[in-house]
């Protein structure tokens, strides 16, 4: 059997860290912003850990070998 391609698109948005969790960028950042109060920006600001039903999906399908 042919190994299994790493998807590069996936590969740009997600980091692993060092205790193993899925690190991604927050998501609506990038333009509409004036209809979001302060508290919603500022929370949002930096990067997220994701869930681990999302977790088991990318490492399975998406990078099968890690980054």
Known sequence: ???MKTKK??????????????????????????????KYIRQNRGT???SSADVARVMK???PYGL
């Open 1 to 3: 059997m042919p190994k």
């Open 9 to 38: 698109a996936a590969a740009k948005r997600f980091k692993i860290t060092a205790t193993g969790k899925l690190k991604h960028g927050v998501v609506g950042k990038r333009h509409r912003l004036s209809s979001h109060n302060a």
């Open 48 to 50: 997220k850990v994701a």
């Open 61 to 63: 399908k998406f990078l």
